[in-house]
């Protein structure tokens, strides 16, 4: 089992449509973790991090559940400039004490005129 | 953005050949990181430091070694090239705050393994 799991997609919504992706991870001692966002043939850039109380960061809201081992990000009024993959990331202690970030293979996103 | 770059950024070599790359930041950041990226797998962390000479591996390290002899720079070696290496690459960056989880990455750098 993957250490970090997405459902691939693609996602296909209409401009304007609520879309929400989900990601569940195996290891309960994962500390931290974020959302980043990977544009074709470009590097990945982080989106936002995800705090336990979950938070907001204008349309995109982002929640963890530590019981259930998910998070998700929810994209709220899709814009075609958010078509891109969602990466998945967590943060567990490596073996230095570094906090290795695995990330999920990601979650595709088409956003439809 | 964090001035992060990878060399070469495109290469294609033949199976058995010694390949290496090289990611430079500028940014002092303690830690840095090789990752590949596959279709269906997304991004597979290779090795990656926690200061100059100071290594550890990944979850897909075979075949790969690493060196870091100064803060700015990361190398990667495939001693021995396969096909199976053929792979976009990407190195990473990041401070040494327990409490960020932002990697800086580079542009990628596409290995062709003919």
């Known amino acids: 089992r993957k250490e970090v799991e997405q459902d691939p997609g693609p996602f296909n919504v209409p401009e304007g449509a609520t879309v929400a992706f989900n990601c569940t991870y195996s290891?309960?001692?994962?500390?931290?973790f974020f959302w980043y966002r990977q544009d074709c043939r470009k590097e990945p850039k982080l989106l936002m991090s995800v705090y336990s109380s979950g938070n907001e960061d204008g349309r995109f809201t982002a929640q963890l559940n530590r019981a259930s081992q998910y998070i998700s990000l929810l994209i709220r009024d899709s814009k075609l400039s958010d078509s891109a993959t969602y990466l998945c990331?967590?943060?567990?202690?490596?073996?230095?004490?570094?906090?290795?970030?695995?990330f999920g293979q990601g979650t595709t996103l088409q956003v439809k005129p | 953005d964090a001035g992060i770059t990878q060399s070469p950024r495109h290469k294609v070599t033949e199976t058995g050949t010694p390949v290496t790359l090289r990611c430079h930041q500028t940014e002092n950041h303690r830690y840095m990181y090789w990752y590949r990226q596959d279709p269906g797998h997304g991004l597979r962390l290779i090795h990656y430091s926690y200061g100059v000479k100071d290594t550890d591996k990944g979850e897909v390290s075979d075949g790969y070694s690493v060196s870091r002899s100064k803060t700015e720079d990361f190398l990667l070696t495939l001693e021995s090239a396969t096909s199976s290496q053929t792979s976009v690459y990407f190195c990473a960056s990041r401070t040494s705050d327990k409490n960020t989880g932002e990697l800086f990455f580079g542009e990628g750098s596409r290995l062709t393994v003919l």
């Open positions: 290891n309960s001692a994962s500390q931290s």
């Open positions: 990331v967590v943060r567990s202690r490596g073996s230095s004490n570094t906090g290795k970030l695995i």
